[in-house]
């Protein structure tokens, strides 16, 4: 690989790095946002869509993609 692509892949990984912790802080405040809720909200349609968006957001899987770069940049 020459050197051009290489520094657009290590461009794309620490965009990616970026990203990465962008979603984990929103996970963050998701999982605040519905353990500080009454628990009769919790289990209300609201309650439900952030569970689920908190899954979602635990299924994101940067990393290994971070990890595919990185080997390809070798």
Request: charge should be negative; aromatic fraction near 2%; avoid cysteine.
């Amino acid at each position: 690989m020459n050197n051009g692509r290489r520094a657009r892949i290590n461009k794309a990984i620490a965009e990616l790095q970026s990203i990465s912790e962008e979603i984990a802080a929103i996970l963050d405040e998701e999982r605040e946002a519905f353990e500080g809720m009454p628990e009769s909200l919790q289990s209300s349609e609201r309650g439900e869509k952030s569970q689920e968006a908190i899954s979602n957001l635990e299924n994101v899987d940067l990393d290994s993609v971070i990890s595919d770069l990185e080997n390809a940049a070798e």
